[in-house]
C-alpha cells in the first residue's frame, strides 16, 4: 500500500463492518472520529463521504476536537 500510494506517512487501516463503525462513530470512539476527520480514504468513499458529512454537522452541533480528545455534544445522533 505505502508503495502504490506513494504514501511517507504511517499507515492505520480499519477494519470494522458497518454496523460496528455506525455504532463506534456514534459512541464519539477518538480513533473513529480522527480517521473521519483527519484521515484519506483509498477505498470507500461512498461510505467515507456520508461520515465526513455527519461529522461536519454534528461540528455545528458542538462536536470539537481537543487533542487527543473529542468534546462531544449532547447527542451524537442528528435528528
Same mark, same amino acid.
Not at 2 to 16: I, N, P, R, T, V
Not at 23 to 28: L, N, R, S, Y
Not at 32 to 58: N, P
Given at each position: 500500500?505505502y &508503495?502504490?500510494y506513494k504514501?511517507? $506517512?504511517?499507515l @492505520?487501516?480499519? %477494519?470494522? *463492518?458497518?454496523?460496528? /463503525?455506525? #455504532? =463506534?462513530?456514534?459512541?464519539?470512539?477518538?480513533?473513529? $472520529?480522527?480517521?473521519? @476527520?483527519h484521515? !484519506? %480514504? !483509498? /477505498?470507500?468513499?461512498?461510505f467515507y463521504k456520508?461520515? #465526513?458529512? +455527519?461529522l461536519?454537522?454534528? +461540528? &455545528?452541533k458542538?462536536? +470539537? *476536537?481537543?487533542?487527543?480528545?473529542?468534546i $462531544?455534544?449532547?447527542s =451524537?445522533?442528528?435528528?
Amino acid at each position: 500500500i505505502y &508503495e502504490h500510494y506513494k504514501l511517507s $506517512l504511517g499507515l @492505520d487501516a480499519f %477494519c470494522y *463492518r458497518a454496523n460496528e /463503525f455506525n #455504532k =463506534m462513530f456514534h459512541e464519539g470512539v477518538v480513533s473513529i $472520529l480522527d480517521s473521519i @476527520d483527519h484521515g !484519506i %480514504c !483509498i /477505498f470507500g468513499y461512498d461510505f467515507y463521504k456520508d461520515y #465526513k458529512e +455527519k461529522l461536519e454537522k454534528l +461540528k &455545528e452541533k458542538g462536536l +470539537k *476536537r481537543d487533542p487527543p480528545v473529542w468534546i $462531544l455534544p449532547e447527542s =451524537m445522533f442528528l435528528d
